[in-house]
Nanobody, 118 residues
Framework: QVQLVESGGGTVQAGGSMILSCVVS????????MGWHRQAPGKQRELVAS???????YYVDSVKGRFTISRDNAANTVYLQMNSLKPEDTGVYYC????????????WGQGTQVTVSS
């Protein structure tokens, strides 16, 4: 069984920074592709950034140059460093995981609220 537990989040002023962490447990943790998703009020959940077990990274255009995803396989932890935050970054951020070769994220954390005030 894979479990994901997020930490971080809160309220920050526009232009500020915040880091989110996601600890993954389970015997396949190190082999998973990890992704940070966010869901803004009234909008669908979107993939913000992802990282494979080998370090291949994806960012959605709106966060390129501002967000950095990283992972520590030894600690089974994934991070999302968020800089130059904007009010439109506000939402619930979810850590998700998917096994190699599977297109859908099928493991999820509980979500953490990020609010960026203007």
């Amino acid at each position: 069984q894979v479990q994901l537990v997020e930490s971080g989040g809160g309220t920050v002023q526009a232009g500020g920074s915040m880091i989110l962490s996601c600890v993954v447990s389970g015997n396949i943790a190190s082999s998973l592709t990890m992704g940070w998703h966010r869901q803004a009020p009234g909008k669908q959940r979107e993939l913000v950034a992802s990282i494979t077990r080998n370090g291949i990274i994806y960012y959605v255009d709106s966060v390129k140059g501002r967000f950095t995803i990283s992972r520590d396989n030894a600690a089974n932890t994934v991070y999302l460093q968020m800089n130059s935050l904007k009010p439109e970054d506000t939402g619930v951020y979810y850590c998700g995981a998917r096994p190699v070769g599977i297109a859908q994220y099928n493991y999820w954390g509980q979500g953490t609220q990020v609010t960026v005030s203007s």
